[in-house]
């Protein structure tokens, strides 16, 4: 019987090794299974912080678009304003060029008129005077202090005369 309890003890050492060896191998498993669980959790987070940066840069992206279509209509309007403007512009200098063109008539007008005058009145002094002689008379000049001076005042204040 001694041998009957000795093959005993040598089975239950066996089995307290092999219990042993399992609860080693589940530890190390365990360990495998918590490290892999580990790794889960950080490419998780790392997923989220992914997808929440894309999310913000895709956010980004349609804000700049929807900015950039926003400011491609402010310049389409701002170039159509600037061409009725420059429409305008030609307009003004078309209907500019009128008016002076005008006023040169009417300058020429009055000056035929003032000089058809200056030549009735000298006729007529000449009639009523015939010993005066009125070839020292001369329309451009006036009376100062009893002599005929060159009239510079009306060059003087009329802005459509040459400059002297």
């Known amino acids: 019987m001694e041998a009957l309890g000795k093959f005993v003890q040598i089975v239950a ?3 307290m090794c092999v219990g042993r060896t399992t609860e080693l191998i589940g530890a190390e498993q365990q360990e495998a299974v918590n490290k892999v669980a580990d790794q889960e959790k950080s490419y998780n987070m790392r997923i989220a912080e992914l997808e929440k ?5 895709d956010d980004a992206v349609i804000s700049v678009v929807a900015r950039s279509k926003d400011l491609e209509e402010e310049v389409s309007r701002l170039r159509d304003q600037i061409r009725l403007l420059q429409a305008e512009v030609k307009e003004h200098d078309v209907a500019k060029g009128q008016l002076t063109s005008h006023v040169h008539e009417l300058e020429e007008n009055g000056m035929e008129m003032f000089s058809y005058g200056f030549d009735r009145a000298v006729s007529q002094i000449a009639v009523l005077s015939p010993k005066f002689d009125s070839a020292q008379l001369d329309m451009t000049k006036i009376v100062v202090g009893g002599k005929l001076v060159v009239d510079g005042t009306v060059e003087e204040h009329d ?3 040459p400059p002297s």
């Not at 940066?53 to 840069?57: G, I, L, R, T, V």
Request: proline letters at 0%.
């Open 13 to 15: 050492s066996r089995l």
């Open 53 to 57: 940066a894309a999310k913000e840069k």
């Open 159 to 161: 802005e459509n005369a």
